[in-house]
Structures are given as C-alpha cells and as structure tokens.
C-alpha cells in the first residue's frame, strides 16, 4: 500500500477507508452474535433429538461444504459486485434459512437449512475479510485484522451466553438470529461508498495461488481442523465429559474470550516481529494446554480457565495466518487468495468436525482433544519447515 493510500485510509468522511472498516466491523459484530448462538444450538437441539454424537459431527459437514464450493467463484464475485452489496445478499439468506428451521424441524431438513444458512455465511464471511484486508495500511495489517477476529468472536462470546439465557427449546432462538442478521445491513448500507474495489484478476491464478503459498494454504486446512472441531463440539465434549449444559455452553464461551482477548498484542507482535517463531509457540501451546485438559474436568472453573487458554492458539493462529495472505498477495489477487484460503480453512472444518466426533465415540469425549493436539503439531512442524520465508514483510 503506498504512502497516499494510508493517508486516505486515515482521513475523515463517509468515503474514507478507515469509515468504511469501521462499519464493516460493526456489521461483523452482530454477525459473530448470530453465529455464537448458531454454533451451540443446533448440536444440542440435535443431541435432544436422540442423534449420537457422530451423526452430530457429520451434520456439521452441512456448515463447512458451502465455502469449499463458492470459494473460487469469490474473486470473481467481489470483482462484479462488491463487499457491500455481498454482505447484503448474505444477511438475507441467513435470515430466511434461520426461520426455515423453525418451519421443518428434523435431521435432513436441518442439514439442508444448515447448508443454505452456510452458504449465506460463506459470502459474509470472505466478503468482509476481503474488505478489511484489502483496505489494511500494509505495517499494521494484523493489528487492524486484529479487530476484525476480536469482533467476530467477540460477537460469538456475547451470543454463547445469550443462549443461556433465552434457552435453547422453541422458536425464540431462531427468531433473536433472523433478526440479528436483518440488522447487519444497517452498516454495510451506511458504508457502500466507502468499500475498496477489487479489480478483475486473472482466472488462472484462482487455483494458481496454491502453488505460489503451498505451506500457508496447507497449514489453513490443519487449522481448520482444530478450529472446526473446536467450535462445533466444545459443548459436546462438556456434556459428554459430565458437565451440565449451562456448564458445557461456559466452556466454548471461556473459549472464545480467551481468543479475544489475546488478538491485539498477536496482531502487534505478528506486525513488529517474526510471525513463524509466534506461530510455533502457539501451536506447541495447543498441545500442552489439550494434554491438561483431561485432569481439570472435576473442577468446572479450572476447565473454563483452560478453554480460555486454548482459545489463544487456535483463534490467533488464523489472524496471523491472514495477515500473511495479506502480504502476500496484493490489489487483483486479494480477493481470489482470501477466498483460497478460506477455503483451504473450511476444508480442514469440514474435515475436523465428523474426525473428531467419531473419534469422541471411539476414545470418549478426550478425542476431540486427540485431534487438535495432532493439529497443534502439525501446524508447529509448518511453521518451522518454513524457515525465516514468513518474516515480516517477505
């Protein structure tokens, strides 16, 4: 980015970049709530269906599927319509698969609604990380995706709690996520004028990007193995493992503010120095801190408190991750590598989800620590076969 180009993203104005991030990120808020309330309510609604938990597992294979096939029409998308106008389309179609679980109720049904509502997610998803990358002034790219991850799970923290309160039986539920999902287009619509552009960019560099960033991409599906099983059976593994459903929704919320709380001083330390030692020591943290997890499940405090812990590496790894995709690909190619990316990342969720319930129906509930250990290392062996090439700015 040059040097007018970050004056601009300072400037004040409706037009400004840094207006247009910041709606962006109000709109990513209200959506990370919808999700926080998505993530734990449909496994619970399914566990009291009588579903076991690797059918529950493989149900979340309906979640992930959708940004493994869009993915590579994303450049393409954003090129022709624009973050904004993609941000809308994916509100309205989260709303109407919403309250269409209420309307057919069951196993099937839900996995097809599941998909539609994915598929809405997908595009507000790659659409809103494009954005805020994009517009990033290059030396403090991490530290503004930052707050990207800080709203989104920030959202996902305030959601997991609401749930408690609103209760996970009846329609109220699906009706509070409709509504949340109509409201995201309130600033997204404040912010059309403001929104980058994304010039058209070669069609053969879409898959071609793979070859350019093969560890990175490579390193996107691992995490998005520990993160997916992370996200979809962290209250499974609380209920399975004898705590109480308020119990076991604590522990995914005590996940998510603990990777909110650490997203900063990650962005910080990513921009100021080397982003392959942080990624190594946050990846060997997931497992020491998954191999503590088993003798902490008698105390519920000290099994939140490791949650929160485990949260640091597995959400911070992605931001850093990002900011990497960042550097590496520019203006044309942003979109298209953002997307590859992600979908290299929804991949591995699409994977980690049903990998680590049937693990939990071989080993019990400590398979889905099994599998974000084995992430852990893999992650951590990446990050060191990749040498110094991932230093700032290289």
Known sequence: ??????????????????????????????????????????????????????????????????????????????????????????ALIIAAATLGMIAFEGYWPWFVLRFLWACG??????????????????????????????????????????????????????????????????????????????????????????YVAPVLMSLGFVMGVADGSAFSLTALFGVLSGLSQEAAITCLTAFLVGGIAFQYPMGWLADKYDRRSIGTALALGSIAIAALLPFALPNPWITWFLFGLIGIPIIGLYAIALGIVGDRFQGAEMGAANAFFVMSFEFGAL????????????????GLLLVIAASGAIVAAGFKLRGNRWRKNT
Request: proline residues 7%.
């Open 121 to 210: 997610a997908a595009i507000g998803w790659v659409g809103t990380e494009a954005w805020i990358n994009q517009a990033a002034p290059s030396h403090m790219r991490s530290r503004v995706l930052s707050f990207y991850v800080t709203t989104f799970i920030g959202g996902m923290a305030l959601g997991t709690p609401l749930l408690t309160v609103i209760g996970v039986e009846g329609d109220l539920p699906f009706l509070v996520i409709a509504g949340l999902s109509v409201i995201t287009v309130i600033p997204v619509m404040a912010a059309i004028a403001a929104a980058p552009d994304f010039p058209a960019s070669e069609e053969k560099r879409i898959f071609g990007i793979f």
């Open 351 to 366: 994977s980690g989800a049903p990998l680590s319930g049937f693990a939990m129906e071989i080993v019990g509930p400590n």
């Open 1 to 90: 980015m040059s040097e007018s180009t970050e004056r601009d993203f300072w400037a004040g104005g409706r037009r400004s970049p840094r207006y247009g991030v910041a709606c962006a990120l109000v709109s990513n808020l209200l959506f990370g709530i919808a999700i926080g309330l998505i993530l734990p309510l449909v496994p619970l609604r399914l566990d009291m269906m009588g579903e076991g938990s690797g059918a529950i597992g493989l149900h979340a294979v309906s979640s992930s599927l959708p940004i493994v096939m869009m993915a590579p029409f994303m450049g393409r998308l954003l090129t022709r319509f624009g973050a904004p106008r993609l941000l809308i389309a994916s």
